[in-house]
């Protein structure tokens, strides 16, 4: 079997992506600095970053009925066409001195959109494009990217924006130009042969959501991801926002989403090797109750910087976790329903981490920071007893070297359930 750097296919994708990731890190930021320029209301930007995410939120699900009712070649394609009128024009106005905050309201809620749909057919191409032996090492692989931009992109769209306010826009369009070429390049068909006649948009969406209920190990995905995430995140916030209220410097408080972004790559990077010594189920219990105990001891430091780093440790065990999961469940779930059981697990998953902010705040209002920080550790721990005890999870295991895909391709949910189970 052919190392995963030598795929061609693979590669022209996420070489382009990393790209396109970079470009939408840089963006993003600018995109807050600009309404902070044009606007001078705090307020305003907030508007506009909420407006994203929700955005982001509410085609989550749609975007894996189009993932999986079109091609999903042509899907990211105009996905990237779409993206780069969009800040195309927002560059143009702001060389003219017209970018509103209208105008740049419409571009973050396209750029959100265009964001999910994209991601969701990419994520869904992945089962064609890998053997399936070497789904968790791709999954890896793309984790590793998204952590790397998480890093590089707020301070190079900062020195960018520095440099003229249109050029972070202007390179984001380019990295839309270099991901438009790549897909094309990309020789493969992105998804298996649609023999069925096309469903309404409610039967499709209800298809996947009942695949996913009726699959053991995906039901157990989700009870793992979703208080996972919403875990991570509202540690994330407490932390912060109880370094500043012990008057920590705005530059250390920086540190801490620099420190839980370098362990995401760090683990990215050691992720192949933990999947390769320990079985799916014996790392997602080992990770799930490292992280909850690891969570429990940065409730110990909230005074301090010091408790970004048992969340970096933390963050370091997710993207194993995340490969050795993610990536049994694009063998396990048939290509035609790709899109649908992704964007489901990732609605599920991306809504709860929404409420963590939210929650943490309340928290921190009512009790102390240490008591908010174990209370997101204890959502871990229903992770880690899922992990342990989910028979969806004691089971999985991938086909063995040399092994096609299941070809089950084509067969009723319930026949792939069974092999989960």
Known sequence: MRSLWRNREFNLLWTSQALSDLGDGVASLALALLVLVETGDPVS????????????????????????????????????????????????????????????????????????????????????????????????????????????????????????????????????????????????????????????????????????????????????????????????????????????????????????????????????????????????RVICWAAAGLLATASLLTSSIAAAVPLGLAVFLGPACNAALFGFQAAVTPDRLQGRVISVVMFVATSMAALAPILGGLLLATWSASTAVLFFAAFVGLSALTATFSSGIRHAALPGAGTDPPPADELPAHAVADRAS
């Open 45 to 284: 930007a907030g508007v506009v970053g909420t407006a994203s995410h929700v955005a982001r939120l509410a085609f989550r699900l749609p975007a894996g009925v189009l993932a999986d009712r079109f091609d999903r070649r042509r899907v990211m394609i105009l996905c990237d066409l779409l993206r780069l009128v969009a800040f195309g024009a927002l560059a143009v106005a702001v060389f003219t001195g017209s970018a509103g905050l209208a105008l740049i309201l419409v571009v973050a809620v396209l750029d959100a959109a265009g964001s999910a749909l994209f991601s969701t057919a990419e994520d869904a191409s992945l089962r064609s494009i890998v053997p399936v032996e070497q789904l968790p090492a791709a999954v890896a692989r793309n984790e590793a990217r998204s952590y790397g931009v998480s890093l590089a992109g707020p301070p190079l769209g900062g020195v960018l924006f520095s440099i003229g306010h249109a050029v972070p826009f202007i390179g984001n369009v380019i990295s839309y130009l270099i991901s438009i070429v790549a897909v094309l390049f990309i020789r493969r068909p992105l998804q298996s042969d649609r023999d069925e006649e096309p469903q309404t948009y409610g039967a499709a969406l209800t298809e996947g959501v009942r695949f996913v209920l009726a699959n053991p190990f995906l039901r157990a995905l989700l009870l793992v991801a979703a208080p996972l995430n919403f875990a991570i995140g509202g540690v994330l916030f407490t932390l912060i926002v109880a370094l500043q209220q012990n008057g920590t410097q705005p530059g250390v408080i920086g540190l801490t989403e620099t420190i839980v972004a370098a362990g995401g790559l760090l683990g990215a990077a050691f992720a192949p090797a933990l999947q390769s010594r320990l079985s799916l189920p014996t790392l997602t």
